[in-house]
């Protein structure tokens, strides 16, 4: 079983940045592919960033590309996603999410443990 527990989100004007962190219980943290999703009210969870177990390889979605980094400490169980020249489309709850097996996938039905969110909220 794994915890996932978020922090960092707020209100920051379009153009400002944040950083969320999504601290994980347990020690099988380093084993799991993560992921972090987005969901906006009246939508869909939508795909953000994920990474691999090793912190060796990342995806993104289109709409952050260039924008958003994704990273991890496993010494720390702690993923991050840096979030820059943030629009006011990028205006969500943050969910960060466990994959058991080691490699990421873009679809929420494939992650097995999720964070309560943190609320990212960016004002024109």
């Known amino acids: 079983q794994v915890q996932l527990v978020e922090s960092g989100g707020g209100l920051v004007q379009a153009g400002g940045s944040l950083r969320l962190s999504c601290a994980a219980s347990?020690?099988?943290?380093?084993?799991?592919?993560m992921g972090w999703f987005r969901q906006a009210p009246g939508k869909e969870r939508d795909f953000v960033a994920a990474?691999?177990?090793?912190?060796?390889?990342?995806l993104y979605a289109d709409s952050v590309k260039g924008r958003f980094t994704i990273s991890r400490d496993n010494a720390k169980n702690t993923v991050y996603l840096q979030l820059n020249s943030l629009k006011p489309e990028d205006t969500a709850v943050y969910y960060c999410?466990?994959?058991?097996?080691?490699?990421?996938?873009?679809?929420?039905?494939?992650?097995?443990?999720w964070g309560q969110g943190t609320q990212v909220t960016v004002s024109s």
């Open positions: 999410a466990a994959r058991r097996a080691g490699w990421y996938h873009r679809s929420h039905y494939e992650y097995d443990y």
């Open positions: 347990g020690r099988t943290f380093s084993t799991y592919a």
């Open positions: 990474i691999s177990w090793s912190g060796g390889s990342t």
